[in-house]
């Protein structure tokens, strides 16, 4: 089995409604989100999948987050988009991706809101 990870980043500002403390206000975070993707076969260049297609999309995705106001976005419309929700995003619109396969599958996303803090997404 292998997997492969890939990592970007983005900066954006959220609020978490209704926390009982000061992440309730308006603030921002540099925040690092890291794609795995495993599977047991290669292809005959000796790739799992293409670090640079997971990568790009991974990177277009962020795209769409970045410098923005996170709780104006649709996605987070009803819902805080706290690192939780926002791993779920990403991992439900990154598993669209066409390089997905029977072999190789998204493992988790994984969303840092600091280097110390960091939550991981998964279906499993
Ligand atoms: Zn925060």
Redesign the pocket.
Known sequence: MFEIKVSAEFEAA???AGYPGK?DRL???SWVVEASVIGSKLDNLGMLVDFKLVKGRLRELLETLDHRMLNELPAFENINP??ENIAQYVYNEMKKAEFFNDNAKLKYIQVW?SPKSSVIYTED
Do not use: D
């Open positions: 959220h609020r978490v992440c603030h921002g975070h706290t690192a809101e």
